[in-house]
Every structure is written in structure tokens, then in C-alpha cells.
């Protein structure tokens, strides 16, 4: 790869509320206090007032999108938090461009109160920034997700593989066709994400990624024991039961290797991430335990990370 290099990746917990992201970022983006007030002002208005400001290394950003801005915001917070860099003025674009594309696409295909009621399975939001940001900084070649519904995560992934010109992304889905969602048996959670009859899981990922992506569909439990890899990256989004996720994440633990990551969506739902966290408290760095949990195992090649291309 051009720009080949190392430096360090910050064992630093993820704070990823506003006054984490504020205390990490008030030094290099200028005017961000004004930025804030302005999406305090604008997040519930129907017309919001436009944005601009000045980023580093990019230039002037402008915006309408109050959840665009605590989006981007946040990729750059996690670059520099966790890898004392910012993204390049490519990476942001490319964020800009797949988060715009996915919302048009979205916005398209289900009505606003499907959206309301996260139907789509997902919206582009700290998770995919974070999860790009990861994948373009650390040496990940290998990623598995459970749960893919539209494909948000999925293009996300796609696209920062893409643009470090290697790797591969394993995906497991069983789709839910009931416009009504599903409940859990326990806690009276309703999760209302559902794949539209006539639409494929993942229908939102461009044909021009698909050729780094495995798509397999069925029940998680079948799949994964069948699957001979060594994830550098795994991602729980599929069922949120305790059982589930521990059954998913212990498989994840026994076929990563030091300096691989492990992530859970929505990991407040239960106690599972958290437990699991706790049972390998020895032998992992805790990387973020808000909305997404994501661990590094120790003993690790990851501690370092690459330089990667613009």
C-alpha cells in the first residue's frame, strides 16, 4: 500500500456522548461551540437552518442534517481518539457521499413513520462511523457481521475495505418479512427492523462493492460454527437476546486470535456484552460500552496500525 507507516493505537476508552465528543475535538474543529448550538436549535425543527464550518483537512463543510453532523463528528472523534489522527479529506467525503446515498435510498423505500420506528434495521449513524474509522486505520482484512436487514453496516464495511484495496466481509442474515417486527420473550423489547418482500438483505450495498462480500442467509447458530475463518473484526446485529448474543460472541472469542476486535450492537438491551466483557476483563482493553460495545483482545498486533491511502 502507498504511505506504508505505523503509530500507535491509543488504548482509550470511547466516550461516545456529545461531552466526550466535544472534550476530544474542541481543540482542532474551530467554531465547535457554535456548531453545537446550532444542532441543539435545528434536531427538531421540520426546516433546519444551514451549517458551515471549517474542518481540518477537508475545508468548508456545510450542512442541513443535525444527525449528518453528530455523524460525521463523531468519525472524527474516533479517529482521534483512538488513533491520534483525523480522517483525510477522502475518508470524509466518502463518508458524506455513502451516509447521503443510504438516506435518499431509505427515505425512498419506506414511509417516515417506518422510519420512525427503526424499521429500516438501521440508520447511518456512530456505529458505521465507527466501524469505518476502525477498519481504515487498524489492520482488519477479515470482517463477519450477524444481521444485515438493508445493508447499512454492510456498505459501510464494503467501502472502507474498498478503499484500503483489500479484504473481505462474511455476512450472516435471517430475514424478517413481518412489517410488524418481532418481540423478545424477555424485557417486552419489540424490535421492528424487517427485510420488504421483493427486497434482498442488503439491498442497499452498490454491485461495484459485492465482490469482496460472502452473504449467507439463515439462522446464525447454524452458520457460524460451519465458517473456517479468523475474523480480524466481528460484529453482533442480529437477535438481542441474552442467549444469542453470549452464543455469538463466545463463538467470535474462540476463533479470533490477539488484536482482534469484537463488537455488539444495541449492547444496552441486555447484560450480555457487558458480562462477556467481564469474564475476559484479563484479557481485553475496553474500547467503547455506549450503544456499541467494542473490546480489543490483548497480546496484540493491533497496538500498531497502518498508514492507509487517501
Not at 205 to 228: F, H, S, T, Y
Request: glycine share 8%.
Amino acid at each position: 500500500m502507498e504511505g506504508e507507516g505505523r503509530s500507535s493505537l491509543k488504548h482509550a476508552e470511547l466516550d461516545p456522548g456529545p461531552w466526550g465528543v466535544h472534550r476530544n475535538l474542541r481543540e482542532v474543529v474551530p467554531s465547535l461551540w457554535r456548531a453545537e448550538w446550532w444542532w441543539w436549535w435545528n434536531r427538531r425543527r421540520a426546516h433546519p437552518k444551514s451549517l458551515s464550518m471549517k474542518l481540518p483537512g477537508f475545508g468548508e463543510y456545510v450542512t442541513k442534517d443535525p444527525e449528518e453532523f453528530s455523524f460525521l463528528m463523531f468519525a472524527l472523534h474516533s479517529s482521534r481518539r483512538l488513533f491520534d489522527t483525523l480522517p483525510s479529506e477522502g475518508d470524509i467525503r466518502r463518508l458524506l457521499d455513502i451516509r447521503r446515498d443510504i438516506v435518499e435510498r431509505l427515505k425512498s423505500g419506506f414511509s417516515s413513520q417506518e422510519i420512525d420506528q427503526c424499521s429500516t434495521g438501521g440508520w447511518p449513524g456512530i456505529k458505521e462511523a465507527l466501524l469505518y474509522v476502525l477498519i481504515r486505520n487498524a489492520p482488519v482484512d477479515l470482517v463477519v457481521e450477524t444481521g444485515v436487514a438493508q445493508g447499512v453496516s454492510s456498505y459501510f464495511i464494503l467501502s472502507a475495505l474498498e478503499a484500503n484495496n483489500r479484504g473481505k466481509l462474511v455476512s450472516i442474515d435471517l430475514p424478517n418479512r413481518d412489517p410488524k417486527g418481532y418481540s423478545y420473550p424477555t424485557g417486552g423489547v419489540r424490535d421492528r427492523v424487517y427485510t420488504k418482500l421483493g427486497s434482498d438483505p442488503g439491498w442497499l450495498v452498490p454491485a461495484a462493492l459485492k465482490g469482496r462480500w460472502d452473504l449467507q442467509l439463515g439462522p446464525a447458530q447454524e452458520i457460524l460454527p460451519k465458517l473456517q475463518v479468523k475474523p480480524d473484526l466481528f460484529l453482533h446485529d442480529s437477535l438481542h437476546t441474552y442467549e444469542h448474543i453470549t452464543l455469538e460472541l463466545n463463538w467470535a472469542w474462540e476463533r479470533s486470535g490477539p488484536g482482534s476486535l469484537i463488537a455488539c450492537d444495541d449492547m444496552d438491551w441486555n447484560n450480555a456484552f457487558t458480562d462477556f466483557a467481564t469474564r475476559h476483563q484479563e484479557e481485553v482493553t475496553v474500547i467503547c460500552r455506549r450503544k456499541i460495545g467494542l473490546i480489543a483482545r490483548k497480546g496484540t498486533p493491533r497496538t500498531e496500525i497502518r498508514t492507509v491511502p487517501t
